[in-house]
């Protein structure tokens, strides 16, 4: 039953019943292999749509990146950000190129991403971290992974970007920014993930770490207490807290302890790259950055430039980031048929991994990311 306008949302009718199930999405193809593997997102979103009723969606792309900012000087010019503000979700392929650079030496790829970001409050980035059948285990032991790493996305070190200084060639400085609010938010995020989910593999128990520097830095027994304080308003969950150091280490020696992690920007960053090593590898993440009015999707690697234009990229990253994004918007405005395509297309991508048969290089396979797609729409296509 759709819900009553309540002003957290943006699409009704003219009776203000709001409408579910009908969803503009804006597609940014990039840079890189980010064409190849937005092409094999978009059939598997098409063909979904076919397969269940009462879900609709527009795609909308959009040229904007590294490419562009070659040809035209602009990386993403202000309609294309309109349009990203005015979308129901945003889906990105992969945006930069590492020499494309400005004269100061900043990638011109956080003239698309860290505008989205800083603009649309993406404040948590979202990144899921699981075993996936068929995909050989990186780490001895083979304890079971399915944690997911809560970053905070729009303050931390990073707040610093092109804020820092350089006295005279000698001197350089970056400050750390951490707010009560934002530290709230992100926090407030990752317990309701926690509440959602099964537990822990160890032993199901549900429980946020917060991942941090606490012993150091004041700025992260900052961010700590705060933590603490909503964690004191979820009894239901536990808490724990790990140095990011110890972290590293604990990643690769006792994932199975992990249910739902939150940290700040930077510490999130790089936990969140050593997890999907420890998974199978940057082709198999996906995540997601969202605030409270906007959601923006895409894989957690870059643009590959070293495979890029070869058809080897594998796409499931990509693929299981449209899952995420078609999940948040079922979450958002309660539309089973949403929360419906994206558990099939997370199992018909997971049938493939599992089968092995058709998979791309970087999983031992020989299917070109074209195939790999193919495999996953013929794989919704025998679920019906
Ligand atoms: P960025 O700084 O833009 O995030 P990066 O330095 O993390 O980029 P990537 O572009 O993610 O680098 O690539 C890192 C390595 O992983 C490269 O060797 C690349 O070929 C490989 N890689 C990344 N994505 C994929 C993919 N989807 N399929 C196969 N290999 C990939």
């Known amino acids: 039953m759709p819900g009553r306008h309540t002003g957290d949302s943006k699409r009704y009718d003219q009776r203000g019943w709001q409408q579910v199930g009908n969803y503009t999405v804006v597609a940014l193809p990039g840079d890189g292999i980010g ?7 978009l059939k598997v979103l098409d063909r979904v749509v076919e397969l269940v009723p009462g879900l609709d969606v527009t795609v909308d792309s ?16 202000d309609e294309t950000f309109d349009a990203c503000e005015s979308a129901d979700a945003i889906l990105m392929g992969a945006i930069g190129l590492p020499d494309a650079r400005h004269p100061d030496g900043r990638e011109v790829n956080g003239d698309v991403i ?20 068929g995909v050989a285990d990186t780490l001895a032991g083979g304890k079971p992974i399915d944690y997911v790493v809560v970053r905070e996305n729009v303050e931390g070190l ?38 959602k989910r099964g537990g822990r593999p ?26 603490d304080q909503v964690a004191d308003e979820h009894t239901d969950i536990e808490r724990d807290h790990v140095y990011v150091d110890a972290m590293t280490a604990f990643q690769v020696q006792r994932p199975d302890h992990y249910d739902v992690v939150v940290a700040e920007n930077m510490f999130g960053d790089i936990i969140s790259d050593l997890a999907a090593a420890t998974v199978g590898g940057l082709g198999l993440a996906a995540s997601a950055d969202v605030g409270y009015d906007h959601g923006m999707f895409q ?17 499931t ?13 079922g979450e958002r405005h309660d539309d089973k048929a949403a929360l419906e395509a994206a558990a099939k297309i997370d199992a018909a991508t997971l049938k493939v991994l599992a089968e092995g048969t058709t998979v791309t290089a970087d999983l031992g396979g020989s299917a070109s990311c074209t195939a790999m797609g193919d495999a996953i729409v013929a794989a919704l296509d025998g679920q019906a």
């Open 299 to 315: 894989p957690a690697h870059g643009s590959a430039p070293d495979i890029a234009g070869r058809d080897l990229a594998n796409p």
């Open 317 to 329: 990253a990509m693929v299981l980031s449209t899952a995420m994004l078609l999940d948040w918007l």
């Open 114 to 133: 860290f505008r989205l970001r800083f603009a649309l409050d993406l404040f948590a980035g979202i990144r899921p971290v699981r075993s996936l059948p």
């Open 35 to 41: 064409p190849e593997i937005t092409d094999v997102a």
């Open 62 to 77: 959009h040229d904007a990146g590294a490419e562009r900012w070659r040809s035209t000087g602009v990386a993403m010019p």
């Open 158 to 195: 990073y707040a610093s970007r092109t804020g820092g200084t350089n006295v005279r060639g000698e001197v350089a400085t970056d400050t750390i920014v951490i707010t009560a609010n934002g530290t709230r938010k992100v926090s407030e995020i990752a317990f309701g993930l926690a509440t």
């Open 202 to 227: 160890l032993d199901g128990r549900k429980m946020v770490t917060c991942v941090d520097k606490a012993n150091v830095l004041s700025s992260y027994a900052f961010f700590r207490s705060v933590f």
